[in-house]
């Protein structure tokens, strides 16, 4: 039986090489193996479109994250001395280190989604591919049978 390609992906640390090579890894079509690749396809989409879900579910929880954080720092603040401005409030928000370094997490995680995403995108046209090399493939046994 043929095997779908479901490669172990981690999340949270996916890096620019390790997507290069699960891309081409992914959307390498085997034209001997047509349809048994077609078959096992809607395996492997759906596969790779949970893990997208669960990287943007990381994303926008960091998002959550990161503006709880701004939201406390600005209350704490808010406390402390003279009225603040909103302005200034935004000021302490974008100086400080560890929303600073949230954001980036949110950058990362937000990288990590789209490479998944696009890696989806990918498997779709794998699959439009797929289909009309089976299609190809039956016209041709049609066109010798006759």
Known sequence: MFEPL???????NLTWDQYRSMAAKITY???SNVEDELSTIATVY???HGLTIRAKTLQDE????????????????????PKLTAIAAQDLVICDEDIQ???KLVIARKEIYLL??????????KKDMLTQLSA???QETKLYST
């Open 29 to 31: 079509i085997d034209r």
């Open 46 to 48: 759906s596969y790779y």
């Open 136 to 138: 190809n493939q039956r």
């Open 6 to 12: 479901l490669l172990e992906v981690d999340i949270l």
């Open 116 to 125: 998944l995403k696009s890696l989806c995108d990918s498997i779709a046209y």
């Open 62 to 81: 960091m998002v959550e994250e990161v503006e709880e954080c701004e939201a406390a720092l600005r209350k704490y603040n808010r406390g402390m001395g």
């Open 101 to 103: 370094a949230r954001r």
